[in-house]
């Protein structure tokens, strides 16, 4: 299921923005966490954070950490200590050489230990607040479109599924007179080929009561009815269905595929066609349940 958060929060002379997104995924979860830097040590502190929104998919957070205009100077301190050392070090090293003239600012602070970068760790400790608050904002907007995506495709199931409940009670309703129907077809043909056979024959009846044991479908569209009716309780559920829907579906598919291949019916194979259409759209719109 697909999903988008983000947000921004300033902190410590930061900015910090996150991003938040989904896409789908049918073999578990995969949380993939990009951070600068200097935040690197707050991964698993974000992982925790992050990896109970989902149980399947691939949910991938991008963090970005930019100096504000301001507190540019903040990232390096100069320590006054070691400049004035170096600047000694370098005039008597002059005087011995017997060189004259100013030391440049320039050339002290290039050189090691005048100026101190700020510390990762640090910086890590102090942005750990600021950072989950941004976090936990990017998860709540990434719920919520969560949600609204989620309610969208549970309605266009439903309306499939039910579908499906029409096209199964249309089966049932034929099969009652599929017997019959058999009966009075073959009736026909024997008499069309001069085989007027009377209705009471006993090779007739045999045939027929074959024919209605083959075909009987009763026992799969009662499995179907059962089947339908769980998927509607998976799809009013608040926890994740993404699982259960996937095997339920196999199942469903089992019995429509089984009504399919024992009705000897035109009418029952063109509701079976159907049923399996709308199957195959519930299978490609599950992929996007969690």
Do not use: W, Y
């Not at 507190?71 to 370098?90: G, M, Q, T, W, Y």
């Not at 609204?148 to 009652?176: H, M, P, S």
């Not at 044991?213 to 994740?240: C, M, N």
């Not at 095997?247 to 429509?256: C, K, N």
Request: cysteine-free; hydrophobic content about 45%; aromatic content about 2%.
């Amino acid at each position: 299921m697909t999903g988008f958060g983000a947000a921004e929060v300033r902190a410590k002379g930061r900015r910090l923005q996150v991003e938040i997104k989904a896409v789908n995924g049918r073999r578990g979860l995969d949380v993939q966490i990009a951070l600068p830097r200097e935040l690197r040590s707050l991964e698993a502190e974000v992982r925790s954070l992050v990896q109970p929104a989902m149980t399947r998919g691939n949910l991938m957070v991008d963090v970005a950490s930019r100096a504000e205009a301001s507190a540019e100077a903040s990232a390096f301190r100069i320590d006054p200590d070691r400049l004035r050392a170096a600047h000694r070090e370098v005039e008597a090293a002059a005087r011995a050489a017997g060189l004259k003239g100013e030391v440049p600012l320039e050339m002290l602070l290039r050189l090691p230990g005048v100026v101190r970068e700020s510390q990762p760790e640090a910086e890590a400790a102090a942005l750990q607040g600021p950072l989950l608050d941004a976090v936990t904002q990017a998860l709540e907007a990434f719920q919520k479109a969560r949600t609204r995506e989620g309610a969208f495709l549970v309605k266009d199931l439903k309306a499939r599924f039910t579908a499906i409940g029409r096209g199964a009670r249309a089966v049932a309703a034929r099969k009652k007179d599929h017997a019959r129907l058999h009966r009075e077809a073959l009736l026909r043909r024997l008499k069309e080929t001069g085989l007027d056979l009377p209705v009471d024959d006993e090779r007739l009846a045999k045939e027929l009561a074959f024919f209605a044991d083959r075909s009987d479908i009763s026992e799969e569209l009662t499995r179907l009815a059962a089947h339908l009716q769980e998927a509607g309780r998976l799809l009013g559920s608040k926890t994740p269905i993404g699982r259960n829907l996937d095997f339920l579906l196999q199942e469903i598919g089992r019995e429509v595929n089984t009504v399919g291949s024992k009705a000897n019916d035109l009418e029952i194979t063109r509701r079976v066609v159907a049923m399996k259409t709308e199957l195959e759209k519930i299978r490609e719109q599950a992929q996007n349940l969690e």
